[in-house]
């Protein structure tokens, strides 16, 4: 087979490596699936304003979030569930990160361990002397406040000694949203496939419920509608690691996160999946921008199918990007080598636009490259 030239194509070939169930749980958003599609068109009415006789002969597209080295300004989001769409999981996506330099956000719900993620995370590198060592590559861990506080201080626990550099809390989901097309398969994860991260935790009594993974039911109920501002204070006084705080559509919200010690936030509308009708993160990100100002970083998410949608969302003030549901893509169709090409074929595409608009390296992109019509 010919591999895919773009992330279009690994979104075409994808379907015939998964279930339908599978599918149809990485692909659907909320309720009439509005805000995914907004996600997408959104960023079409960006338009590039191009700089010409630049000289762009030797380009730089490594940058630096929470102070951490990256070889890009693409990371990858954290998705649930990711043995769905290949054995190996977020193993496999773990190693296509570490293979190209830059950070892999893990999923509280994901379908290897947290440990297990950091080890294959680890890479050889040789010393100025031949001798070579096992490095770690930047890991952040998503995270959910639980009802269960010692939960949650337990998987807090359990990221740090394992060596994540970041965590990344998502504030956007006090219950979940109603997917559709999950309720109409009635979505349950297949046999011998678990929630790692929880069912390792030997002191948890596991509900079982009738025609539904007792785990997945049991972390759906452990979401806390009642978490406020002040609980981000509680988690930051569970560790040293910088808190990234995920899930952030307003000006006022962004500051607030920031006030209350986050180093960074992340404009996300969870890929359309929580309050349809929600605004499309690239329209959001300005506003996110101009309230936080040099306080803390912003990233953006949502909707990234192109190096050129990097660009864009550089342009508009985001230190760089998350990218979901084509590393599933990826992962689908060739496993851990998958993820790796489609965030190759991101990071080229990212080089050509930034080449094409005069940009250099990723300090020269500014706002003047974009007009919205």
Known sequence: MTPPINLFEYESIAPQHLSQMALDYYTSGAGDEVTLRDNRTALEH????????????????????????????????????????????????????????????????STKSLEEVALASKHCQQGSKGEKSLVPNPLWFQLYVHRDRNLTRTLVERAEAAGFT????????????????????????PP?????????????????TAGESGLFTYFAQQLDPGLTWKDLEWLQSLTTLPVVVKGILRGDDALRAVEYGAKAVIVSNHGGRQLDGAIATIEALPEI???????????????????SDVLKALALGAKAVLVGRPILWGLAVGGSAGAQHVLELLRDELDVAMALSGCATIENIDASLVIKL
């Open 192 to 208: 011998g496939m678990e929630l790692a991260n929880l069912v390792t935790m030997a002191d948890l009594e596991i509900p079982k």
């Open 46 to 109: 960006f338009k590039f304003l191009p700089r010409m006789l630049v000289d762009v002969s030797g380009r730089d597209l490594s940058t630096q979030i929470l102070g951490q080295s990256l070889s890009m300004p693409i990371l990858i989001a954290p998705m649930a569930f990711q043995c769905l769409a290949h054995p190996e999981g977020e193993v496999a996506t773990a190693k296509a990160a570490a293979q190209l330099g830059t950070v892999m956000v893990l999923s509280t719900m």
């Open 166 to 189: 970041a965590l990344c809390l998502t504030v956007d989901a006090p219950v979940l949203g109603r997917r559709e097309r999950d309720s109409r398969n009635q979505f349950t994860l």
């Open 289 to 307: 921008v101009a309230a936080v100002g040099e306080k803390a970083e912003v990233l953006v998410d949502g909707g990234i199918r192109r190096g």
